[in-house]
T-cell receptor, first 111, second 116 residues
């Protein structure tokens, strides 16, 4: 079974731009969650989707948004990028139970 | 606000030695997770502990959960160099009814270096 895939793997943007990251969960998984990892703040929960509905959201500004499609693929968008948004963005998928499978991540650098 | 505290945050040890990483959390949740992360890589799930007294072992690693003390431990037995990595514990904020995975709150991680 293929694992969680994330695209792109690496991305360089400049301040003020926007970015869209994509996550394809493991086949059959309906839950997708997103996390941001930075050296300063560590791993932080962004949001979680289940069957196209956002079920939970972390403490991030409205510039961070996401959605999930009917095929369970998910995208997250960050508008008006700031230097502090440079991070590794991880996506995790789940059948709906506690075990989550993390993807390889997208490394975003904001210049 | 849910807090998850790991200690130590940095650990350098010799091969063959035993050591324990501690994870304290502030919620009544009984779902505790341990992950491993290698430099530049994603998170690898090690253990999922779902009840008080749960103990799981995989190779040289053993994890346990005491929900009354709000404490989990990750014990390393006879460490080998390949176990060098950063280890994170994490807790669910809450368990939703009807399925779905809620957000994890992570500890800061324990950077483990095992020297020959």
């Amino acid at each position: 079974k293929a694992g969680v895939t994330q695209t792109p793997r690496y991305l360089i943007k400049t301040r003020g731009q926007q970015v869209t990251l994509s996550c394809s969960p493991i086949s059959g998984h309906r839950s997708v969650s997103w996390y941001q990892q930075t050296p300063g703040q560590g791993l932080q929960f962004l949001f979680e989707y289940f069957s196209e509905t956002q079920r939970n959201k972390g403490n991030f500004p409205g510039r961070f948004s996401g959605r999930q499609f009917s095929n369970s693929r998910s995208e997250m968008n960050v508008s008006t990028l700031e230097l502090g948004d440079s991070a590794l963005y991880l996506c995790a998928s789940s059948l709906g139970g506690p075990r989550r499978h993390f993807g390889p991540g997208t490394r975003l650098l904001v210049l | 606000e849910l807090k998850v505290e790991q200690n130590p945050l940095f650990l350098s040890m010799q091969e063959g030695k035993n050591y324990t990483i501690y994870c304290n959390y502030s919620t009544t949740s009984d779902r505790l997770y341990w992950y491993r992360q290698d430099p530049g890589k994603s998170l690898e799930s090690l253990f999922v502990l779902l009840s008080n007294g749960a103990v799981k072992q995989e190779g040289r690693l053993m994890a346990s959960l005491d929900t009354k003390a709000r404490l989990s431990t990750l014990h390393i037995t006879a460490a080998v160099h390949d176990l060098s990595a950063t280890y994170f514990c994490a807790v669910d904020e809450a368990v939703s009814s009807g399925g779905g995975a809620d957000g994890l709150t992570f500890g800061k991680g324990t950077h483990l270096i095992i020297q020959p």
